[in-house]
Nanobody
Framework: QVQLVESGGGSVQAGGSLRLSCAASGNVRVTTCLGWFRQAPGKEREGIATIHFAGNTAYADHALGRVAISQQKERGKNTVYLQMSSLKPEETAMYYC???????????????????WGQGTQVTVSS
């Protein structure tokens, strides 16, 4: 089992930037795929980006060009970062980190692929 703790959320003005962090610990394996998702009140969960332990990345169409996912690997722990820029008010949501175990090519931005979820961190973008 993997434990996920998100941080870095907060309030930012439209057009601003924010970097979210997700500390993954516990059973972090070479097959670990970590992803970022978000959900606004009354809306469906939306995928943003994923990164595999091997380095493969995938992005949702809406995130291309404005979002960058990266990771820092340490012994027994992996921290994943989500750098977001040019934020819009409609991106106000709870942002979640998620994990699953798959091969690099199957590390996709599909929420139902993920079995482990963090508690989330709130991002509020004001106009």
């Amino acid at each position: 089992q993997v434990q996920l703790v998100e941080s870095g959320g907060g309030s930012v003005q439209a057009g601003g930037s924010l970097r979210l962090s997700c500390a993954a610990s516990g059973n972090v394996r070479v097959t670990t795929c970590l992803g970022w998702f978000r959900q606004a009140p009354g809306k469906e969960r939306e995928g943003i980006a994923t990164i595999h332990f091997a380095g493969n990345t995938a992005y949702a169409d809406h995130a291309l060009g404005r979002v960058a996912i990266s990771q820092q690997k340490e012994r027994g722990k992996n921290t994943v970062y989500l750098q977001m820029s040019s934020l819009k008010p409609e991106e106000t949501a709870m942002y979640y980190c998620a994990a699953t175990y798959v091969s690099p090519g199957l590390c996709r931005v599909i929420g139902t692929d993920f079995g482990y979820w963090g508690q989330g961190t709130q991002v509020t973008v004001s106009s």
